[in-house]
């Protein structure tokens, strides 16, 4: 076998042939090729959309540093997720990262969509970096105490949501307010609630309502706004017992505004509130029944609505219906030998 290597191409013209003419290229075509820039924004926002793409809602903690000119922080509470870490800043930021690094106008189409906010680490430091928000789907939960030596921090909290500036500017997208008390809404709040009156695109408020006993829960469940069962929502009854009159004073100007309110357990909303004429009603979430025209127009929530196993927020604990009928069973048997 021979050890010489054949050429990689051989080529033998033919006799008589002419070598083929190049067409001159024009002067407009060439250099890099341009695109209209109406254009080169839509590409740019087909990129943007990808950012909304399935992800985990945050909830965030507002926080209030005086000795900072951020004033209003936000810091990731995890309590739904077991004290983990998420992953929902790296996502955001690759996500992102394309778009914002193109000119200062592609920066500003993702900030208006993915506001930035200071944030702290879990250990009370300031991050060096700002957090991207999704205010569609973050919950924000208040700055609230009523402890001693602390009221002024609650008064400043107040004021830098009420006039913001432009370093915590980002209150203005907040959508979502989470309360962790089920009597947040009475007379002993009024400045807080007034400082959550001024968000101007505040859209959801939700409470804790601490308890539901779905023994008492009669089926089915219809839809619509009707007398709350105060046998199945002991807490949210005694709240309306003891505050009523209140809470229909404190609550209306938000309601008027367009503002929803909703009962939950275990950061899940299970019922929305509103007041009436008739008084405090109550529309049950995930209505079953046949004989009702369905809600429209409901802000997408996660609900029971069958029989099937559910994540209750807490991923060791899952229940079925007939299970929380058997533990709120046990539950009535305990408080009746106290």
């Not at 250099?31 to 950012?51: T, W």
């Not at 404190?250 to 909703?262: H, I, N, W």
């Amino acid at each position: 076998m021979s050890n010489k290597r054949p050429p990689v191409a051989s080529f033998a013209p033919e006799e008589g042939s002419e070598p083929m003419t190049l067409n001159r290229t024009l002067s407009e075509k060439i250099g890099s090729v341009s695109v209209p820039y109406e254009v080169f924004l839509r590409i740019v926002e087909a990129l943007i959309e990808d950012i909304f793409d399935w992800e985990e809602p945050v909830d965030w903690d507002l926080r209030y540093l005086y000795d900072s000119s951020s004033r209003i922080f936000v810091q990731e509470n995890r309590e739904r997720y077991g004290f983990f870490p998420t992953n929902s800043q790296m996502i955001r930021w690759s996500r992102s990262r394309l778009p914002s690094q193109i000119n200062y106008e592609t920066r500003q189409m993702v900030d208006r969509v993915l506001p930035r906010a200071a944030m702290l680490n879990q250990d009370g430091s300031v991050a060096w970096i700002d957090a991207w928000l999704r205010p569609d789907i973050d919950a924000f939960i208040p700055f609230y105490t009523k402890s001693p030596g602390l009221d002024f921090n609650q008064m400043c909290f107040n004021a830098a949501l009420t006039y913001p500036s432009s370093r915590n500017a980002f209150v203005h997208h907040i959508e979502y307010i989470r309360l962790q008390g089920y009597d947040w809404i009475t007379d002993v709040n009024d400045d807080d609630l007034a400082a959550l009156a001024t968000l101007p695109n505040l859209q959801v408020i939700q409470m804790e309502v601490r308890r539901i006993i779905y023994l008492y829960m009669k089926q089915p469940v219809h839809f619509g706004f009707r007398q709350i069962n105060y046998e199945a929502f002991p807490c949210l009854g005694e709240l309306v017992v003891i505050w009523g009159e209140s809470f229909m004073k404190k609550f209306s100007p938000m309601q008027d505004k367009g503002v929803r309110l909703y009962g939950a357990m275990q950061d899940w909303p299970k019922i929305e509130i509103r007041g009436t004429k008739e008084g405090i009603l109550g529309r049950i979430l995930g209505a079953n029944c046949t004989c009702c025209k369905p809600d429209e127009g409901v802000r997408e929530v996660k609900v029971e609505t069958t029989d099937e196993w559910e994540w209750d927020r807490n991923p060791s604990r899952y229940l079925t219906r007939r299970q929380r009928y058997i533990m709120d069973y046990v539950g009535l048997l305990l408080d009746a030998e106290q």
